[in-house]
């Protein structure tokens, strides 16, 4: 089953008249006639993480997640895709009580009490472990763009973060949550964590909370540092970015790789500026964001199943992503607005 696809959505719920965080989880996922598997518990109470099942390709994984939304919408939920919500106020959270929550709350502290945050996961088949790590990373040098494209957080608390991402500023205050660096082989990454995960008292890789990673419980290689979307088209459009760029990757011949430092200023780059970033090409120089994105998705294309979703893309460079849309409802309805046009998108 290599190179199938399989994508994961964090979504905050909100209060269906006010909009604001609705900390219902335990609620709503009683009411859900779903697999377990498809729709569970996150960190938060106000949050729920929605998984397709393994796809071929990125068109059959989102209608999945739209068929998932449906379903959270007709249990009683009303579900956002952001990076965080746009108004919560500081500490308007709840720990999911579960164990593993609670331990997680435990050592991060006040960390994790600020606001819920949210993100797009997108899985890829891999055929074998060195191939895994070999696709991550290449991969690596891909998250500066893949970032920028998927950046939907422009607010915090009411106010204008002056950054397209928000999220991941909140989120770099965890551990762990960084770019990796290279590694020679598998076993070279076994080595490599071993001591990371004992300094930690970690059980295992799964806390390892990197931009991308291999995940050898599951066969794939997972790119977890975008913004979570309210557009359906929008997750389309980036999980079959991710896909053809992971194949690229996996059949690609090189063995040379960009140190993490350089890809890390770049990911602020991103994180700052959005599609107005300039961000690092193959050739070391920098380049915009909107060149970057269509040659990607033309390297994309020869390798994904259906290479429709890719149209997204073009769209998200043309009308602006989740944090320009944001920024245009908010110039017109204020954060009203903003919070109306993320309902909407989601259920859409």
């Known amino acids: 089953m290599e190179f199938t696809l399989g994508i994961e959505e964090e979504l905050l719920l909100v209060d269906r008249e006010t909009h604001a965080l609705s900390h219902s989880s335990h609620e709503l996922l009683g009411a859900m006639n779903v697999d377990p598997q498809e729709a569970r518990h996150d960190l938060y109470e106000a949050q729920v993480e929605l998984s397709s099942p393994i796809c071929a390709g990125a068109a059959e994984a989102a209608a999945e997640l739209g068929r998932l939304r449906g379903a959270v919408i007709e249990a009683g939920g009303t579900p956002v895709g952001a990076g965080i919500h746009p108004a919560a106020a500081l500490g308007d959270v709840r720990i999911t009580q579960q164990p593993r ?17 949210c993100a797009l996961h997108v899985h890829v088949g891999m055929p074998d472990p060195d191939t895994a790590i070999r696709v991550c990373n ?41 770019v990796p660096r290279a590694f020679s082989d ?18 295992d890789y799964t806390s390892l909370w990197w931009d991308v990673r291999p995940h050898p419980k599951l066969g794939t290689v997972e ?44 990911v602020f780059s991103a994180t700052s500026k959005g599609l107005g970033a300039r961000l690092l090409d193959g050739d070391g120089g920098l380049r915009g964001v909107r060149e970057l ?24 460079l043309r009308d602006g ?25 989601t259920a859409h």
């Open 138 to 178: 290449g991969l690596r040098e891909h998250l500066p763009l893949l970032h920028a494209l998927a950046a939907n957080s422009a607010y915090w608390h009411g106010q204008d973060a002056r950054l397209a991402s928000a999220r991941f500023v909140l989120r770099r205050g965890f551990p762990r949550v960084e």
């Open 101 to 117: 929550y609670i331990k997680a709350a435990e050592l991060l502290g006040g960390v994790v009490h600020r606001t819920p945050d």
């Open 186 to 203: 598998f076993e070279d990454f076994e080595r490599a964590i071993a001591p990371m995960l004992a300094a930690a008292e970690l059980d």
């Open 321 to 345: 992503g989740g944090a320009d849309r944001q920024r245009e409802a908010h110039a017109s309805g204020g954060m009203p607005g903003v919070l109306r046009m993320l309902v909407e998108e």
């Open 223 to 266: 790119v977890r540092v975008m913004d979570a979307q309210s557009s359906l088209e929008s997750l389309a459009a980036l999980g079959a970015l991710v896909h053809g760029l992971a194949v690229h990757e996996a059949r690609s011949d090189r063995r040379a790789w960009l140190d993490r430092e350089p890809i890390e200023e770049a």
């Open 293 to 316: 994105a269509r040659e990607a998705v033309e390297l994309a294309r020869r390798h994904v199943p259906d290479d429709r979703p890719l149209e997204g893309i073009e769209r998200i």
